[in-house]
């Protein structure tokens, strides 16, 4: 059980949000006004609907990426179990049904294999509903140990993983698209 190491610099820290159960729009926004007061939200993507990957049948899920300020993985991981317990988070069925899923991707080149707190995300690589939104908001991004995100998304399509992803009109910060009326 080795703790994180820490490499000079992170410029910021990658975060994924989920929900899939309540007002999920709404779940989503608490989360980023949250974690901007906790910790600076510096971007946030576009919300993309997804279906669910493993787990349970269950509803889909609205997913976003946002990018915050450089903390400590401990600082980190507090911070997104917090926001977790503030939209009353329930963990009793494995990649089941829930209000919020704060997962933390990537904290610059930082690496943990502390159970606790996997940095990088280990699957990470492999979920468009990651990849996707961060790419969206940081072109250039890296994800340590698989490379650019963009090489992941282009392989994503290439093998038709895109699929259940569909990015929605409006991002967290704008209207909501299910309360608008057409």
Known sequence: MAGPSL????????????SNLGDRWALLREAVDRL???LGVLACSPVYETVPVGGPAQDDYLNAVVLVAPVGPYDLLGAARATE???????????????LDVDII??????????????PHP????????????????????????GPVAELVARMTREGELAGLRRLPDGLRGADPARTSS
């Not at 317990?85 to 209000?99: D, F, I, L, S, Y």
């Not at 990537?106 to 940095?119: K, M, N, T, W, Y």
């Not at 699957?123 to 698989?146: I, N, Q, S, T």
């Open 7 to 18: 490499p000079a610099g992170p410029s910021h820290a990658v975060l994924a949000l989920g």
């Open 106 to 119: 990537a904290l610059g080149a930082v690496r943990s294999e502390d159970p606790e707190i996997l940095i």
């Open 123 to 146: 699957r990470a690589h492999l979920r468009a509903f990651v990849c996707v939104p961060w790419l969206d908001v940081e072109p250039d991004a890296v994800l340590p140990g698989h």
């Open 85 to 99: 317990q503030e939209a009353r988070r329930v963990r009793e069925v494995r990649w089941g049904p829930r209000t």
């Open 36 to 38: 901007d007061r906790l």
